[in-house]
């Protein structure tokens, strides 16, 4: 607990990328009609769940109006919402909403993340962003020593599974295609990839609710 407290701290007071760090902050000032009342987060956002986690859940980023509002991961916005329900359906949290830092949300077994802690413009981080924030995502796994599954959210949560991974010594040759609903099982812990929840993907129908739940149950089933 110690550790995490301590990465925590190092995340949400990280000034490593001038782009993102001016638009979070700007975001927070300007607001958005709906949440002009609101005292918005406008900080690198630190993961959020269950320290004794089995299963690792490693999204894409902040959203301006959500988690950069909120200040906790996946939370204010219908990515969130849309998540938590399949994570309730499989066990992992005790509600099906994720509208505020305060709700009484708790995760069991999981803790979630994502490759960058800042709201990107057009949520696009660059290529140099990832690789600055980087350094969060090891720290932060690195303080939860029970993760056996790690549940990637998206094409760039997927990437960064891997070079987590590498720093470790396991390189899977060829690198494993990104692909909704599939099972990577490594020396260490077990992959398993799905489409992000975000709106593009929810709205559309790329990604519905018995998809995500299954993906959750085939994570609990795999911790």
């Not at 949400?12 to 987060?41: E, G, M, N, P």
């Not at 950069?68 to 939370?75: I, K």
């Not at 979630?112 to 962003?129: G, H, L, Q, W």
Request: charged letters at 20%; proline letters at 8%.
């Amino acid at each position: 607990m110690i550790a995490l407290t301590n990465v925590r701290h190092s995340i949400t007071t990280c000034t490593r990328c001038a782009r993102l760090r001016s638009y979070c902050a700007d975001i927070a000032r300007v607001k958005k009609a709906a949440h002009r009342d609101d005292l918005y987060w406008g900080k690198p956002v630190p993961g959020f769940g269950d320290p004794h986690a089995r299963v690792l859940v490693l999204g894409l980023a902040p959203a301006a109006h959500g988690a950069n509002r909120t200040g906790r991961v996946f939370t204010g916005d219908g990515s969130g919402d849309f998540l938590m329900r399949a994570m309730h359906a499989a066990g992992f949290a005790n509600i099906t909403t994720s509208q505020r830092a305060d709700d009484g949300l708790k995760l069991k077994d999981a803790y979630i993340v994502s490759a960058v802690r800042c709201a990107p413009p057009d949520n696009k981080p660059t290529p140099e962003e990832i690789a600055a924030c980087h350094p969060h995502l090891v720290a932060e796994v690195a303080a939860l020593p029970n993760v056996k599954v790690i549940v990637a959210l998206g094409k760039i949560g997927f990437d960064a599974v891997w070079r987590l991974l590498a720093e470790r010594g396991i390189v899977m040759k060829p690198k494993p295609a990104f692909s909704h609903g599939a099972v990577i099982e490594t020396p260490g812990p077990t992959v398993i990839a799905s489409f992000h929840p975000s709106r593009q993907n929810t709205n559309t129908g790329k990604l519905t609710p018995p998809m995500l739940e299954s993906v959750f149950r085939r994570a609990a089933s795999k911790a």
